[in-house]
């Protein structure tokens, strides 16, 4: 058609820059045209030379010419004097020192302290150590009781009857009990059982266990037995029952001796019919059961005025390689130390471990033991660290928080009045802040409270 016809002229009408590109409608602004490229015209190809006849020779490149050029003349300047330097002295070498030998195992953690040379032609020589050949424990001292024996006319007749009074009267009169019983020594409560039974034909144990009753009973009974018979029933009545009390067990073996420790057997074989280690065996398992034998034994040495302190230093280093030192930890080197050596002896051997870990045994044993062993391990050193200190703790734990744990409070009460009662108290105070006797007042009530205060000296 003839619109048709005009689009078409209309599209591709040129325009001022030549054609328009495709799809751009007539009218708008084209893009300019490319710039043409400006070319030289083109240089006259040479003109052959004639057949026959001789190239020219090729002509040699000469450079231009170009002017005279001379650089200015530099004057010479000497550098500044420099200082004079010391020569350098030669530096000490020292060999590096090679690996250890296989199966040696990684050397203990500690300070390394290079080896110092005197001169250049001697050997590297290392540091000298003052070191003691000896060491010397704190004296061994005897603790100052609460209880001592009464001094005035004691008569054993006296008491018997007196106490016989008391229980004929139904054993209500409980301060009359006390005034006899706390203020006598163990030795002369011995005495008046004696008297008692040649007397009325009776045990006094059975005739006061008949009358009394509740925590006073308790008390009464345990003063009037003799120290084996009263630390044999204490080791009964912590394995009586289901199940033991650890605490109970390790506070009576690790605080006595070899001797007294003897007679303590005796007297469980005599009272129960079973031995000691028969009824660790039957109670006990494992390792602690085995902690518990090694204790029992009383092998123990005894006190020393002066300890070897080389050989408490190889005897630290065993430790060490028993437990921080290696992977696992052999609790029989542990149990052999621990059992064996004296008070002195441990308490240098705990100086030379510390020394050689960084960490205290105690620290060690934490990481590397649990259970009931670890709690034997912690009563063996804290008791031998300070005996005073661990009681004073023992007798804090019974009395804390809510409640009191009467059996605890008593036996450490009645075990300890005539040995070490007056450093325990000290102790106590300056570490909690507040007096056994307040503590006892604040916990206990009755004829209980009393008898407890009587014995600790706070009456």
């Not at 070191?131 to 004691?154: D, R, W, Y």
């Not at 605490?247 to 129960?272: N, Q, T």
């Not at 471990?353 to 033991?369: D, G, N, P, Q, T």
Request: charged share 25%; hydrophobic share 30%.
């Amino acid at each position: 058609s003839k619109a048709l016809k005009r689009f078409k002229m209309a599209y591709n009408a040129p325009t001022q820059y030549g054609q328009p590109q495709y799809g751009q409608p007539y009218g708008m602004p084209q893009p300019p045209p490319p710039q043409q490229q400006q070319y030289w015209p083109p240089a006259p190809a040479p003109t052959p030379a004639p057949y026959g006849a001789m190239a020219p020779p090729p002509q040699q490149f000469q450079p231009p010419p170009q002017p005279n050029f001379q650089p200015p003349p530099q004057q010479f300047q000497p550098p500044p004097p420099q200082p004079m330097r010391p020569p350098p002295q030669q530096q000490p070498t020292f060999a590096r020192p090679g690996p250890p030998p296989r199966g040696s195992g990684a050397p203990p953690p500690g300070i390394y302290n290079a080896p110092v040379r005197a001169s250049e032609n001697e050997q590297p020589v290392l540091p000298k150590q003052d070191v003691p050949k000896s060491f010397n424990p704190l004296p061994k001292t005897k603790g100052h009781p609460t209880v001592h024996p009464s001094k005035g006319n004691f008569s054993a007749e006296a008491d018997a009857r007196a106490l016989f009074d008391v229980i004929k009267g139904g054993g209500n009169d409980k301060d009359s009990i006390t005034n006899i019983v706390a203020y006598r020594s163990t030795a002369q409560r011995q005495e008046i059982r004696q008297m008692f039974k040649t007397m009325y034909g009776k045990d006094i144990i059975e005739e006061l266990d008949s009358v009394l009753m509740g925590k006073y009973q308790r008390v009464v009974l345990a003063l009037m037995r003799s120290e084996d018979e009263r630390d044999a029933h204490i080791l009964y009545k912590g394995m009586k029952g289901y199940g033991y009390d650890e605490d109970c067990l390790l506070e009576i073996l690790v605080s006595r001796d070899g001797e007294e420790l003897e007679k303590v057997k005796k007297a469980y074989k005599r009272m129960y019919d079973i031995s000691l280690e028969e009824a660790f065996e039957s109670e006990a398992k494992g390792k602690f059961k085995r902690l518990l034998i090694g204790l029992a034994q009383g092998n123990r040495a005894k006190w020393e005025k002066e300890v070897n302190i080389e050989k408490m230093r190889r005897d630290a280093k065993a430790l060490y390689d028993a437990g921080e030192g290696k992977w696992g930890t052999e609790t029989s080197e542990f149990r052999r130390y621990l059992c064996v050596r004296s008070i002195p002896e441990l308490r240098c051997i705990f100086n030379e471990y510390s020394k050689i870990c960084k960490r205290s045994l105690e620290e060690s044993c934490k990481r590397e033991m649990s259970g009931n062993l670890l709690t034997g391990m912690k009563t063996i050193i804290r008791f031998v660290e300070d005996p005073a200190k661990f009681f004073a703790r023992v007798l804090y734990k019974s009395m804390k928080g809510l409640g009191t744990d009467d059996r605890k409070l008593t036996r450490t009460i009645v075990t300890r009045c005539e040995v070490d009662m007056v450093e325990i108290k000290e102790t106590f105070e300056r570490d909690y802040g507040k007096t056994l006797a307040h503590w006892i007042r604040g916990d206990c009530s009755g004829s209980y409270q009393r008898i407890l205060l009587v014995l600790i000296g706070e009456a």
